[in-house]
Structures are given as structure tokens and as C-alpha cells.
């Protein structure tokens, strides 16, 4: 499963969240995308439609691809802010 999209698009989220310091709920207010929905897209029960990336990355201020990229970097950067 982790090579699936939904996988790495759920990953993605909640990483770029945790970066922007944002709980669902602030996201949910931010993005217009419900706090329920956007809790499934981290665990991976949903797929999203572009408009939601689209809306999703305009509120975490990144481009939508950067939410379907499998990029170590990002990983790697998450884990060692969250190590300290």
C-alpha cells in the first residue's frame, strides 16, 4: 500500500499540516473542506478530486503537486522536527 496514490497523497497531507502547525479543524476552516473529510484523506479512506487538492494546497500554501509527490525529503524533514 505505500506505493499506492492514496498512500502517498494521505502522507502528504498530513505532513504539510503538521508543518503549517494547523490542527484538522483549522485546516477544514482554511481550505473549506469539512474536518471529517479531511481526517479521512489522512488515513487514507478517501480520494480526494482536484478540486479538493486544489483547495487543500491553496490552505497549506503549497502547489496541489506537492501532495502527490513521493518525496523522501519531505519525510525525512518531518521526522527529524518531530524527533526533537
Known sequence: M?????FIFARNLKIKRRQ????LEELSFKSGVGR??????????RNPTLKI???IALALE?????????????????????AK
Open 2 to 6: 505505500k506505493d499506492d496514490l492514496t
Open 20 to 23: 503549517a502547525r494547523l490542527t
Open 36 to 45: 471529517n473529510y479531511l481526517s479521512e484523506l489522512e488515513l487514507g479512506k
Open 53 to 55: 487538492i486544489e483547495k
Open 62 to 82: 503549497c502547489k496541489p503537486h506537492e501532495l502527490l509527490m513521493e518525496n523522501p525529503y519531505i519525510y525525512y524533514k518531518f521526522e527529524e522536527n518531530n
